[in-house]
């Protein structure tokens, strides 16, 4: 009888315990419209590429501080405009969408720029002089954190640094050799964090704005989500560097800083979000679910 009179007891604290609403936290939403001014920066027109296709524009940030050899060739391309009149080739379910050149037996040139480059997957740990560190905890890596507006990673006993496959990260393609690629084939993350991937393949840069024109596109039918027939890719009309755009045409983009008091702010609302909706506050935020607020300058 003792249990019996026990057992409606405990369903009720049960059922009171999980009725009971977590109290109110801010949101990303508060936490950008309370944010000052000094805590975002501009995108910097050197290190910033216009990718134009049909659909609009898609705005990538490079960062030469993790592949600098890469970047640098990549502008190079883009400056003898490689890129111009490619193709989106490939769009594979929950993984990436890839661009570059569809013609293989018979490539376009690349003039000065080079054709291998030494694989860049990571870099000494004193290079990033920028790394906010997360408190949470990570499968893939010691430390987790951000890099001037990068998710990236860290190991403090082999002393190396990277980036990381969050989504919306720019990769270069490349074959079985480390060297093997150069940046004329990007590719862009457009589904869950293929993170296994991360110190395999050089990281260039993330893409800041136009995500949906590529993880929209409809999924490549060959193998790796390839596109099988040319009338299914996506041509790019161009890729410009933002230096080379006139100012009255670029795109007016700020990014959060992602060592500032609002950015910490916005790990900790997604990391403990409040009530009324939510019942259980998870306590931990995975890396590449934290976002990194990027907005119209003067908003």
């Not at 490939?90 to 890839?98: E, H, I, L, T, Y």
């Not at 790394?131 to 990068?150: C, E, M, V």
């Not at 270069?172 to 690629?181: H, K």
């Not at 992602?258 to 790990?267: L, P």
Request: charged letters at 25%; proline letters at 9%; hydrophobic letters at 35%.
């Amino acid at each position: 009888m003792q249990i019996l009179k026990a057992l409606p007891a405990a369903l009720v604290l049960s059922t009171l315990a999980h009725a009971a609403e977590l109290p109110p936290k801010p949101s990303v939403s508060d936490v950008i419209k309370a944010s000052r001014p000094a805590e975002w920066r501009a995108l910097d027109p050197d290190n910033t590429l216009y990718m134009e296709v049909p659909g609009g524009r898609i705005v990538i940030e490079l960062s030469p501080v993790f592949a600098p050899l890469h970047v640098a060739n990549i502008k190079t391309m883009v400056r003898e405009n490689y890129f111009d009149g490619l193709a989106i080739l490939r769009s594979q379910d929950n993984f990436v969408a890839q661009w570059g050149d569809p013609n293989e037996e018979n490539p376009k040139p690349l003039k000065s720029a080079k054709e291998k480059l030494p694989g860049e997957f990571s870099i000494p740990l004193k290079n990033d002089r920028q790394f906010t560190r997360l408190p949470d905890k990570d499968g893939y890596a010691p430390q987790i954190g951000h890099s001037n507006g990068f998710p990236s990673a860290r190991d403090p006993k082999s002393g190396q640094a990277w980036l990381t496959h969050c989504y919306g990260m720019v990769g270069v393609g490349r074959s079985n050799e480390s060297d093997s690629g150069n940046g004329g084939a990007l590719y862009a993350v457009t589904g869950n964090a293929p993170r296994q991937l991360d110190r395999n393949i050089t990281l260039v840069g993330r893409v800041v704005e136009g995500m949906p024109l590529l993880s929209t596109l409809p999924r490549g039918p060959a193998p790796m989500g390839f596109y099988d027939k040319p009338e299914k890719m996506v041509t790019i009309k161009s890729i410009r560097l933002a230096a080379d755009v006139p100012e009255a045409e670029r795109s007016k983009l700020e990014v959060m800083r992602t060592d500032s008091a609002s950015f910490k702010a916005v790990a900790e609302a997604q990391r403990n979000r409040g009530g009324p909706w939510t019942k259980i506050a998870a306590g931990h935020v995975d890396l590449c679910n934290v976002t990194i607020p990027v907005r119209e300058q003067g908003k």
